[in-house]
């Protein structure tokens, strides 16, 4: 079997790789410090939403890990790339914050509750009944359902909270329509962020903390695939799937010399 190349280009997640609830995880700030110092090309990678580049710049800054507003891929920015790619100038109906209607209105998309071409899904703190109900009667009328990403769940300092997937789950129910998720782990958002930086698969590595996102998603996009034991995946859940990361390593602090 071929080697794969040296590692030119790094994707990281951030929950659970880089932050943990509000603080950082040891290790991160040197690690996107070393790979800002080297020029590697590199993005961080979330799930979530929620927050524009901006807005999670401003955050990350806060704890102390210095990432470019360029360097940070969110499910709303591949979401809105896929939108613009399968219908330009399109509309839609969104249920989501502002890193989601921001991304859709860059790419010239209308966002309007009169036959909209698609329903998109993302996540919101604020959930609306009445919201709710009107994609349902839109997806009953033609409009396609697209999600951001399949989570149902979403981390808090007071426990788990409801996210993206278990309200897309619950308008599946009522419409008997499935949704097109975007996020990870459609290797399309892998795609998505290599084209952004210019990368390479075969010379990329994916850094993750779920064996059910990183990993998989990772893998079908054909990266290397590092797991890091700071979040939700442990060394012993790898040995119940069918599929196994490149490497597990303790934290991203282990990978600080390898960049």
Known sequence: MPRRKPIA???????????????????????????????RPFLVLTNNSMYTPRDLHARLVRIGIDVPEPAIWTSALATAQFLD??????????????????????????????????????????????????????INEGARFICTNPDVTGPSSEGALPAAGSVAALISKATGVEPYFVGKPNP????????????????????????DTDVLCGLEAGL??????TGISTRAD??????????????????????
């Open 9 to 39: 280009s790094w994707l990281t997640d951030m929950d659970g790789v880089l932050v943990h609830e509000g603080r950082p995880i040891p290790g991160a700030p040197e690690f996107i410090g070393r790979l800002r110092s080297s020029e």
């Open 85 to 138: 790619d399968q219908r330009p100038d399109g509309t839609a109906f969104v249920l989501g914050e502002a890193g989601l209607t921001t991304a859709l209105h860059e790419t010239g998309y209308v966002l309007t509750d009169a036959e909209p071409d698609y329903v998109v899904l993302g996540e919101t703190r604020t959930y609306s009944f009445e919201a709710i109900t009107r994609a349902i009667r839109l």
């Open 188 to 211: 399309m958002m892998m795609r998505s962020a290599l084209n952004q930086i210019g990368a390479h698969s075969e010379a990329t590595a994916m850094v993750g903390d779920r064996m």
């Open 224 to 229: 290397a695939t590092i797991l890091v034991l």
């Open 238 to 259: 790898v040995e119940r799937y069918p599929f196994r990361p490149s490497r597990v390593v303790a934290s991203v602090a282990d990978l600080v010399d390898e960049v």
